[in-house]
């Protein structure tokens, strides 16, 4: 079974400041894991994803991810927020054997000036 | 990166008619898609996984006499849900994967209201 958690609800941070929206997951095999935003009525548009290779991942909109298997962990950050960066964040997993992903219950980002 | 379209993007119906949702891979050819329900605040519920040709896989709990899902083709998936009643009003996302391990790109959401 594959599972993910995404701890807060809601993460507030001030434009300008370095943001971290955090992940962990569970998986039986290796892990596929991923970041979506999603904007208000709108659907999920893909960020980043790890499948294999360096721990820390580079993905679109300067955010960044670091997969830490010790810690089963892939917390989505970012150094310098924007308020355009106001949304909602998911993070998935997929286990290497399983067809489909699981999602978290996402993460509100808001981003004050 | 990849582009998946939905159509339509909201519609209005009358409880006990049917509505029938596109969803298609504009830029690459999609061996599977998902539907997923989505209620407002709340995480994405997978309803079920078709592959192109064979039938869908529909996830516990979702009514596949209720939710026909037809993957005809690579680059089409419809989603129909028949009888809609006003319980069914929900955000319907669609989402379609080249190969296994291949980033899932979604469609922009179609908004159903049952009245």
């Known amino acids: 079974a594959q599972s993910v958690a995404q701890p807060e609800d809601q993460v507030n941070v001030a434009e300008g400041n370095p943001l971290t929206v955090k992940c962990t997951y569970s998986v039986s095999g290796n892990p596929y894991l991923f970041w979506y935003v999603q904007y208000p009525n709108r659907g999920l548009q893909f960020l980043l994803k790890?499948?294999?290779?360096?721990?820390l991942v580079k993905g679109s909109y300067g955010f960044e991810a670091e997969f830490n298997k010790s810690q089963t962990s892939f917390h989505l950050k970012k150094p310098s927020a924007l308020v355009s960066d106001s949304a909602l964040y998911f993070c998935?997993?997929?286990?290497?054997?399983?067809?489909?992903?699981?999602f978290g219950d996402g993460t509100t980002l808001t981003v004050k000036p | 990166g990849a582009v998946v379209s939905q159509h339509p993007s909201w519609v209005i119906c009358k409880s006990g008619t049917s509505v029938k949702i596109e969803c298609r891979s504009l830029d690459f050819q999609a061996t599977t898609m998902f539907w997923y329900r989505q209620f407002p605040k709340q995480s994405l519920m997978l309803m079920a996984t078709?592959?192109?040709?064979?039938?869908?896989?529909?996830e516990q709990g979702v009514e596949k006499d209720k939710f026909l899902i037809n993957h005809a083709s690579l680059t089409l998936s419809t989603l129909t849900v028949t009888s809609a009643h006003p319980e069914d009003s929900s955000f319907y996302i669609c989402s379609a994967r080249l190969r296994r391990g291949e980033t899932q790109y979604f469609g922009p959401g179609t908004r159903l209201l049952v009245l």
């Open positions: 790890y499948i294999t290779g360096d721990n």
């Open positions: 998935a997993v997929r286990d290497t054997n399983a067809g489909k992903s699981t």
């Open positions: 078709s592959n192109e040709g064979s039938k869908a896989t529909y």
